[in-house]
């Protein structure tokens, strides 16, 4: 005989609905509690009964197969009659469960690390579902937060305060009085003070100290002489070097110099005796342990350089609390993960240093990021020094892959970028993007183009008169041309210093065409540099129009399954670099190939009417080496690249090393070379710059060469991914949603004034001043609640500033709460975190726990949804757990009579245990 079960909570229900009836008859109700109360119409999808119950295996199972998440819920509760609120909830409960399915399996001890990592994989897919759920969500009966409900919001974006103070990096190590070794030669430098338009330069000889001791003291002193002498306010002092301890006091035995600036004085710093310095930059480390590396050469003529600095840039790492394994119960430790950042390019600032270009996968420099990967720019001056940094704010990805600067100082890069950005239209695939900032970092414009498919800008160059010469490749027609065949066209395109186009050219035909190199020709026209259908092209364009024919075209041949690098021009040839095979043979080489995979390579070719070959040098291993870029000074050629062994017998550090070399212009031969290792022994060097001034005794005074920068930026678009015009909304008590865009001056102080304007007397904005910078922090008023809703897929601000949507509720004083009631609808916080993880067992665990809480509070908010008002105001309302006064007797007899049914049901066999979650 089967036995049927009996659903205990169904007929509990019934009997609480009767008890809710009874007491409604005699209790008044508010209007807004009414309407927003909606009775149950079907079995939810937790309840036993519902055609929507499934165990956690079968959802895992059929959201592997299917990586769908959360579904439109008019759809996948069509043949539901319920109300859109309910459906909505329902469709949200379902999704977090089919998130859980995949947590509960990767939480498990017997779950191999390679599966979970497939989980994760799928699990960030839903995540990113429930993003895009959440923003579509439009409940009417209550307010949902997807994370936690707070007293204030403060964002994770500071913006650090300007302070004239300079401090240097470590010059001396030993006593503090005692003599510096490095400041005991000739040291002679000027400083130059620009105050009230005026510039006065002041010369500073060590050597007129005299017989006095060169320590720190006694040089900060002499220059400060200098300094007051001639009436500026500026002042030098010794400064201890490194972190301070939890007692505040900086341990060791580093020295450096401080200096304290006015702000009415902008310093410069040169020296007369000053040579060229040479930096390399790429990639040390690989995947998620990729960081940027820039290495500094000096002393480029003695044959043997120096390394004047190593230095990696890093973006933010991942932080999360894990418990400790073998600790005690709810003992944690703070866990850091790496995030990868990359430079693909680097090019000389006018004023000293370098600029470098890339992208990053995570926050840099506390800059959140909209997207997964964004285009990265930072200045560095000569000291290794990272003045300021740039994220370009795409809503999905972009990489930054070339730079150049122009005569003014402003710097151009160009790359590709996916999804939204800005202002600018999505074309299709990647789009090729080109930017120009000013030498400070301020973005002046930016281009956005190509064609429906996949598009980017490789390279980019600036003529004389400002005009940005940008190329890559175009797998489909725009512009005006229709594409050429195969995979990839090349093009070339100019933009005025203004970002108007000025005109668009197809390079190549029906093959496999890219532009990998330009540069300004010694004439102000353009040479190119191609890769099509595996060979290297070089051609000359009139740069006044896009349709005459090339001034000259030249077809180097077959790279075997080599690239094009890079190209430089100077006045006696053009210059270019890349790897080849040993069967790319142009001409005969002034050093043969190696023997390995490939080689880097540099040809040297004359100018004319028709370009004439000088030579063709090989430069390598016998493993496989590559140059990516060239530069060319006072008859000197430069390679960087990467090699897998010892470039011309030279010692490899690692797996994989960056390298640079010197050779000879007139012919070819090899002076030097250097390589440099990275993390886990994998660098890569990707660009190559040339500071004409940058090797001085200033290095070893740890001043920079060129203008001292003591602070960044305060302008939130400046110091952040938000761009202008981006935007969040803010609703006080349930209101209307209202609208606070940014605009290209905004700083936190006047996006808060933005905000205040809109919360009148229900709530504050203000800047709160931190270590790390001013943030924006946001409260309500008493009595009120705050809630903030994302920007539109690109433009959302509030994910520019590192603020999650969510709601600000002050409830006020619990001693006062009689007789306050709000129209505004409950609000539920599911507490999801903002980011989770199932790639390892603990952070599973965690994950897993999230969501049962969260999935807990969807039922507890449908509950409350559709509870019976007048339950509802006696549980809730002013009255609630009000004492006094006597209770009907026909109320004392329906209440009698219900209890008893609960109780004869309660001391049965049970109920039915409730499924699952």
Do not use: C
Request: no cysteine; proline share 2%; hydrophobic share 35%.
């Amino acid at each position: 005989m089967s036995v049927i079960g009996l659903d205990v909570g169904l007929l509990t229900g019934w009997y609480n609905s009767r008890i809710s009836a009874s007491l409604a008859s005699s209790t008044s109700l508010s209007t807004a509690s009414s309407a927003r109360s909606q009775e149950p119409t079907a079995p939810a999808p937790w309840e036993i009964g519902s055609p929507n119950l499934m165990t956690l295996e079968e959802m895992s199972r059929k959201v592997l197969a299917n990586g769908i998440f959360f579904n439109d819920p008019d759809r996948e509760f069509s043949g539901l009659n319920a109300p859109d609120d309910h459906k909505q909830l329902f469709s949200l409960h379902q999704g977090l469960k089919r998130l859980a399915s995949l947590a509960e399996e990767a939480q498990e001890k017997t779950t191999a690390d390679s599966r979970r990592s497939f989980l994760d994989k799928s699990f960030q897919s839903g995540l990113a579902q429930l993003d895009g759920f959440f923003d579509d969500m439009d409940l009417e009966g209550l307010t949902l937060l997807k994370g936690e409900q707070l007293s204030k919001i403060e964002s994770e974006v500071a913006i650090a305060r300007g302070t004239s103070q300079y401090t240097t990096d470590t010059i001396h190590t030993g006593d503090f009085d005692a003599e510096v070794a490095s400041l005991t030669g000739d040291v002679q430098f000027s400083i130059s003070v620009k105050k009230s338009g005026i510039t006065q330069t002041i010369d500073i000889n060590l050597a007129d100290m005299g017989g006095t001791t060169r320590n720190l003291d006694n040089i900060s002193d002499h220059i400060n002489t200098q300094l007051e002498a001639a009436g500026v306010l500026s002042r030098f002092e010794r400064a201890k070097i490194g972190e301070e301890n939890d007692v505040g006091v900086v341990p060791g035995n580093n020295y450096g110099f401080q200096i304290f600036g006015v702000s009415t004085e902008t310093i410069s710093f040169s020296a007369a005796a000053a040579k060229p310095a040479l930096y390399f930059a790429g990639v040390s480390g690989i995947n998620d342990s990729a960081g940027g590396q820039v290495v500094k050469l000096t002393d480029l003529a003695s044959g043997t350089p120096q390394t004047g600095y190593t230095t990696r840039f890093s973006a933010d790492p991942t932080t999360s609390e894990v418990a400790v394994v073998g600790g005690e119960e709810g003992e944690t430790r703070v866990k850091q993960e790496d995030n990868p950042l990359e430079i693909h390019a680097t090019t000389a600032s006018a004023d000293g240093g370098i600029f470098v270009v890339g992208h990053a996968s995570a926050a840099t420099d506390g800059q959140v990021l909209k997207g997964e990967q964004d285009l990265i720019l930072a200045k560095y001056d000569s000291t290794g020094n990272r003045v300021w940094s740039r994220v370009l704010g795409a809503a999905e990805s972009a990489q930054g892959l070339s730079i150049a600067t122009d005569s003014s100082g402003n710097v151009v890069v160009a790359g590709k970028v996916e999804g939204g950005l800005g202002d600018t239209t999505d074309v299709g695939g990647s789009d090729s993007v080109v930017v120009k900032y000013s030498a400070s970092g301020v973005e002046q414009w930016t281009q956005r183009f190509g064609g429906t498919k996949d598009d980017q800008a490789s390279t980019v160059a600036v003529g004389d008169d400002g005009t940005v010469y940008v190329a890559g490749s175009s797998a489909s027609a725009f512009g005006g041309d229709a594409h050429a065949g195969g995979g990839s066209d090349g093009y070339i395109r100019a933009i005025d210093a203004s970002g108007t186009t000025l005109w668009t050219r197809r390079v190549g035909s029906t093959g496999e065409e890219s532009v990998s190199a330009i540069a300004i020709a010694s004439d102000g026209n353009l040479v190119v540099a191609s890769q099509e259908d595996g060979n290297a092209v070089l051609r000359k364009f009139d740069v006044s129009d896009d349709t005459s024919a090339a001034i000259w075209e030249q077809d180097l041949g077959d790279l075997d399954d080599g690239r094009v690098g890079g190209l430089a021009i100077d006045a006696t040839g053009i210059y270019l670099t890349g790897a080849a095979g040993g069967g790319f043979a142009p001409t005969a080489p002034v050093s043969a190939h190696a023997g390995g995979v490939r080689d880097a390579f540099v040809m040297k070719m004359t100018d004319g009417g028709a370009p004439t070959t000088d030579f063709l040098t090989f430069v390598g291993s016998d493993k496989d080496d590559g140059a990516a870029d060239v530069q060319v000074h006072d008859g000197k050629i430069y390679i960087a690249g990467k090699t897998l062994g010892g470039i011309n017998g030279g010692t490899l550090n690692g797996e994989r090393d960056a390298f640079a070399a010197q050779l000879d212009a007139s012919t070819g031969a090899v002076d030097w070379t250097t390589q440099v290792s990275g993390r886990g022994g994998l660098a890569d060097a990707k660009g190559l710059a040339l500071s004409t001034t940058d090797d001085s005794v200033l290095d070893a005074l740890g001043l920079p060469t060129g203008t001292l920068t003591y602070s960044d930026s305060r302008v939130v678009t400046d110091r952040s991914s938000a761009r202008e015009d981006d935007f969040f909304y803010v609703s006080v008590n349930g209101g209307r949603r209202k609208k606070i865009s940014i605009e290209a001056d905004d700083t936190m102080r006047s996006l808060s004034f933005k905000i205040n304007a809109k919360l009148v007397l229900d709530g504050t904005a203000d800047v709160r001043r931190s270590a790390e910078g001013d943030m924006l922090r946001i409260k309500a008023a008493e009595g009120s609640s705050i809630e903030l809703f994302a920007g539109s897929e690109g433009r959302d601000l509030l994910k520019s500033l590192g603020i999650s949507p969510g709601a600000i509720v002050n409830t006020g004083s619990l001693l006062d709460k009689d007789d306050k009631t709000t129209d505004a609808p409950p609000l539920f916080a599911l507490d999801l975190p903002t980011t989770m993880s199932l790639a390892e067992k603990d952070t599973a665990e965690t994950a897993m726990e999230a969501i049962q809480d969260a999935l807990s509070k969807i039922q507890r908010a449908y509950r409350d949804l559709t509870m019976d008002p007048a339950l509802k105001e006696l549980l809730q309302g002013p009255q609630a757990g009000k004492r006094g006064g006597t209770v009907p007797a026909y109320y004392n007899s329906q209440l009698a009579n219900y209890q008893a049914g609960l109780a004869r049901l309660n001391s049965g066999s049970g109920g039915q245990a409730s499924a699952y979650f």
